[in-house]
């Protein structure tokens, strides 16, 4: 039995690392470990509570990282956590969406459809 649960919580646990849920980064050091050291590509979505364009892109986002577990890491920042105020000031508009791949960033700035989501970590993967 023991040997079951243990094994129940490090499936728990990859799927969690592989990107199979949204990972919410709250202070610089996370940030370090989760996506600067990631081997994967991670898509990385600058939001605040109060956005209504934020919460429209929630769901989308939620989606998006299950389709695309093991191959990108979904990761969010809160804008208004001031544990994380020097990774948003560049953020100059919510939502922003990074996507970096190694040493290699780019953005997007707005809400988009899933569709134009999905296009843009397509290329991200290729």
Known sequence: MKKLI???????????????????????????????????????????DWCQPCKKMAPIFKELSKEYAGRVRFVKINTGNSSVSSLVEQIRSIPTFVFKK?????????????????????????
């Open 102 to 126: 190694g040493q290699s960033t780019s953005e997007r700035v707005g809400s988009m459809s899933k569709e134009q989501l999905k296009k843009i970590i397509n290329t991200l993967l290729n």
């Open 6 to 48: 243990l094994g129940i919580v490090i499936a728990s646990s990859l799927s969690t690392y592989l990107g199979a849920e949204v990972t919410e980064i709250t202070n610089v050091t996370d940030y370090e470990n989760i996506v600067n050291r990631s081997i994967t590509p991670v898509v990385i979505d600058f939001y605040a």
